[in-house]
C-alpha cells in the first residue's frame, strides 16, 4: 500500500471509515460533493458517528470536493448511496454520476472498486461502460475494476469495518490480487475472494434479503401472538432455548440496506421475467409495521379512557436503529403519519438523532427528555441507551395525572418490564 495513492469516494456512514483506515497505511483523497461535509470533517467533526472526533481530528485524509484531486490516485474506492426511487426501483443516479466523475478523472493503470449496493451486472454492464466513455480508456487495458460490498453496521461499537471479513472480486485474477491485498492491509479479519464480481454483488443483496425475510417472518408472528394476547417474546425466549433456533427479533425495520437491497434483487429478477414471491411478501409485512403500532397506540389509548383527538403522545426515538444518528428510511415515520390522521399531538424525543435531517425527512421538531410532559401515550420506538436507563419514576414524572385513565406506553423494542410497569398503573404493550 505504501506507493498507493487512495482516493474514497462518498464520505458517508460507508466510505468515512474506508477513507481514515486506508490513511493509516498510506496516502488518501477523501472526495465528496457535499461542500458542507468536507468543511465539517476538516474542522475536525464526524457528523456519522462512526470514527469519532479524535478520529477525524488525528486522520491524514485530505479531505476535498474538487474532482480533479482524483487524478492522483492509483486506488479508488466508490462509496456512493444507492436508493430506490418512488415506484420502488434502483435509482442509479449517484453511482452512474459518479461513474462520470471518476471518467474525467481516471489516471492510467489505476484500480476502481464499487462497494455501493446493487444488482448482479451493474458494475460490468453499466459502470465500465460510463468509465470507458469519459476517460477514453479501455477497461482491461487501461485500467481495471473491481467490487466489494459494504459491510457497514452504522451505531455498532462491536462489529467494525476492521473485523467483519470482507467480500473482493476483479474483473480478472491480477484486478483480484491487487484490491484483496489493499483490503487485506486494513482489515484484520481477512478478505474472501468471491468467483467473479457478479457473485460479489449479489452476495451483498442475499444478506440483507435473508435478514429482512426473518424479521418479517418474527413480524407475521407478532401479529398473530397479539390476537392470541401472548408475548412474542416470551415464545422467542422459549425458542431460543433449542441450539439452532435463530435470533431474530420483531421490530421496525428502517436503514440504508435491509429496506432498499431486496428491491434491488426483486428489480433484476422482474426483469429476467421471475416474480419474487417471498422477498416481495416480506417487504410488504416490514412495511406495514410502523401503521400497526400507530393503531396499537390507539386502540390502547381509547381503552384507557384517553380522548385521541388532540391527545399528546410522545414518540421516543426517530432514527432508523439504536445508538445512531442516521435517519434514512426510518419506519418511525409512518407511526407519526398515521397518528396524524387521527389529529394526535405528536413530539418526538431522540438525544442522537440529526436534528436538521429529521427536520426535513419527516416535518418534525426533535425535544429532550426534559420537555416530556403531560403525555396520554409514550411509544419507545427506538432501543437508545438513554432510553433504557429511564428509570419508572422518570416515566411517571412524563404522564398526565387524571383519575380513571391508565398510563399508555407502548414498548417496540421490550425495554421495561411488563409486570413491573403493570403494577405501577401502566397499559403496557410490546411487538
Same mark, same amino acid.
Given at each position: 500500500?505504501?506507493?498507493?495513492?487512495?482516493?474514497?469516494?462518498?464520505?458517508?456512514?460507508?466510505?468515512?471509515?474506508?477513507?481514515?483506515?486506508?490513511?493509516?497505511?498510506?496516502?488518501?483523497?477523501?472526495?465528496?460533493?457535499?461542500?458542507?461535509?468536507?468543511?465539517?470533517?476538516?474542522?475536525?467533526?464526524?457528523?456519522?458517528?462512526?470514527?469519532?472526533?479524535?478520529?477525524?481530528?488525528?486522520?491524514?485524509?485530505?479531505?476535498?470536493?474538487?474532482?480533479?484531486?482524483?487524478?492522483?490516485?492509483?486506488?479508488?474506492?466508490?462509496?456512493?448511496?444507492?436508493?430506490?426511487?418512488?415506484?420502488?426501483?434502483?435509482?442509479?443516479?449517484?453511482?452512474?454520476?459518479?461513474?462520470?466523475?471518476?471518467?474525467?478523472?481516471?489516471?492510467?493503470?489505476?484500480?476502481?472498486?464499487?462497494?455501493?449496493?446493487?444488482?448482479?451486472?451493474?458494475?460490468?454492464?453499466?459502470?465500465?461502460?460510463?468509465?470507458?466513455?469519459?476517460?477514453?480508456?479501455?477497461?482491461?487495458?487501461?485500467?481495471?475494476?473491481?467490487?466489494?460490498?459494504?459491510?457497514?453496521?452504522?451505531?455498532?461499537?462491536?462489529?467494525?469495518?476492521?473485523?467483519?471479513?470482507?467480500?473482493?472480486?476483479?474483473m480478472d485474477e491480477d484486478a483480484l490480487e491487487a484490491i484483496a491485498t489493499s483490503y487485506e492491509s486494513i482489515i484484520d479479519a481477512g478478505v474472501y475472494r468471491a468467483k467473479s464480481i457478479k457473485v460479489a454483488e449479489a452476495a451483498k443483496l442475499v444478506e440483507n434479503a435473508q435478514r429482512d425475510i426473518n424479521i418479517a417472518f418474527m413480524n407475521e408472528l407478532a401479529l398473530v401472538f397479539d390476537r392470541i394476547d401472548i408475548s412474542t417474546k416470551d415464545v422467542i425466549d422459549a425458542m431460543n432455548t433449542k441450539w439452532n433456533?435463530?435470533?431474530?427479533?420483531?421490530?421496525?425495520?428502517?436503514?440504508?440496506?435491509? &429496506? *432498499? !437491497? %431486496?428491491?434491488?434483487?426483486?428489480?433484476? $429478477?422482474?426483469?429476467?421475467?421471475?416474480?419474487?414471491? #417471498?422477498? +416481495?411478501?416480506?417487504?410488504?409485512?416490514?412495511?406495514?409495521?410502523?401503521?400497526?403500532?400507530?393503531?396499537?397506540?390507539?386502540?390502547?389509548?381509547?381503552?384507557?379512557?384517553?380522548?385521541?383527538?388532540?391527545?399528546?403522545?410522545?414518540?421516543?426515538?426517530?432514527?432508523?436503529?439504536?445508538?445512531?444518528?442516521?435517519?434514512?428510511?426510518?419506519?418511525?415515520?409512518?407511526?407519526?403519519?398515521?397518528?396524524?390522521?387521527?389529529?394526535?399531538?405528536?413530539? &418526538? *424525543? !431522540? %438525544?442522537?438523532?440529526?436534528?436538521?435531517? $429529521?427536520?426535513?425527512?419527516?416535518?418534525?421538531?426533535? #425535544?429532550? +427528555?426534559?420537555?416530556?410532559?403531560?403525555?396520554?401515550?409514550?411509544?419507545?420506538?427506538?432501543?437508545?441507551?438513554?432510553?433504557?436507563?429511564?428509570?419508572?419514576?422518570?416515566?411517571?414524572?412524563?404522564?398526565?395525572?387524571?383519575?380513571?385513565?391508565?398510563?399508555?406506553?407502548?414498548?417496540?423494542?421490550?425495554?421495561?418490564?411488563?409486570?413491573?410497569?403493570?403494577?405501577?398503573?401502566?397499559?403496557?404493550?410490546?411487538?
Open positions: 500500500m505504501q506507493d498507493n495513492k487512495v482516493a474514497v469516494i462518498g464520505l458517508g456512514y460507508v466510505g468515512l471509515p474506508i477513507a481514515v483506515a486506508f490513511a493509516k497505511k498510506t496516502r488518501v483523497i477523501g472526495f465528496d460533493i457535499n461542500n458542507e461535509k468536507i468543511r465539517l470533517y476538516r474542522k475536525g467533526l464526524d457528523p456519522t458517528g462512526e470514527v469519532g472526533a479524535e478520529e477525524i481530528k488525528k486522520t491524514t485524509v485530505e479531505f476535498t470536493s474538487d474532482e480533479t484531486r482524483l487524478a492522483e490516485a492509483n486506488f479508488l474506492v466508490v462509496a456512493v448511496p444507492t436508493p430506490i426511487d418512488m415506484d420502488k426501483r434502483p435509482d442509479l443516479f449517484a453511482i452512474t454520476e459518479v461513474s462520470r466523475v471518476i471518467g474525467r478523472n481516471l489516471s492510467k493503470k489505476a484500480i476502481v472498486v464499487y462497494e455501493s449496493t446493487v444488482y448482479p451486472g451493474v458494475t460490468e454492464e453499466i459502470c465500465i461502460p460510463i468509465l470507458e466513455e469519459y476517460s477514453c480508456l479501455k477497461c482491461g487495458k487501461d485500467f481495471k475494476v473491481g467490487y466489494s460490498p459494504e459491510r457497514i453496521n452504522p451505531g455498532d461499537k462491536v462489529h467494525r469495518l476492521h473485523n467483519i471479513t470482507k467480500i473482493v472480486s476483479g433456533a435463530l435470533s431474530f427479533y420483531p421490530g421496525l425495520v428502517g436503514g440504508h440496506c435491509i &429496506v *432498499v !437491497d %431486496p428491491y434491488y434483487f426483486i428489480y433484476q $429478477a422482474e426483469q429476467l421475467g421471475y416474480h419474487s414471491q #417471498i422477498i +416481495l411478501a416480506g417487504r410488504k409485512i416490514n412495511n406495514s409495521m410502523g401503521q400497526f403500532v400507530a393503531e396499537t397506540a390507539i386502540k390502547r389509548m381509547i381503552k384507557a379512557n384517553k380522548f385521541v383527538k388532540n391527545s399528546k403522545v410522545y414518540i421516543m426515538g426517530i432514527t432508523f436503529k439504536e445508538d445512531c444518528p442516521d435517519v434514512r428510511n426510518s419506519r418511525v415515520a409512518d407511526i407519526i403519519d398515521h397518528l396524524r390522521e387521527y389529529e394526535v399531538e405528536v413530539k &418526538v *424525543v !431522540d %438525544p442522537v438523532a440529526d436534528v436538521k435531517e $429529521a427536520r426535513e425527512k419527516f416535518d418534525v421538531k426533535i #425535544i429532550s +427528555l426534559e420537555e416530556v410532559r403531560e403525555a396520554d401515550c409514550i411509544i419507545i420506538a427506538v432501543a437508545h441507551r438513554q432510553f433504557k436507563n429511564l428509570s419508572h419514576e422518570n416515566l411517571n414524572k412524563m404522564y398526565k395525572l387524571r383519575r380513571n385513565e391508565d398510563k399508555v406506553i407502548i414498548d417496540v423494542k421490550h425495554i421495561f418490564n411488563k409486570e413491573e410497569l403493570e403494577a405501577d398503573g401502566y397499559s403496557y404493550w410490546s411487538l
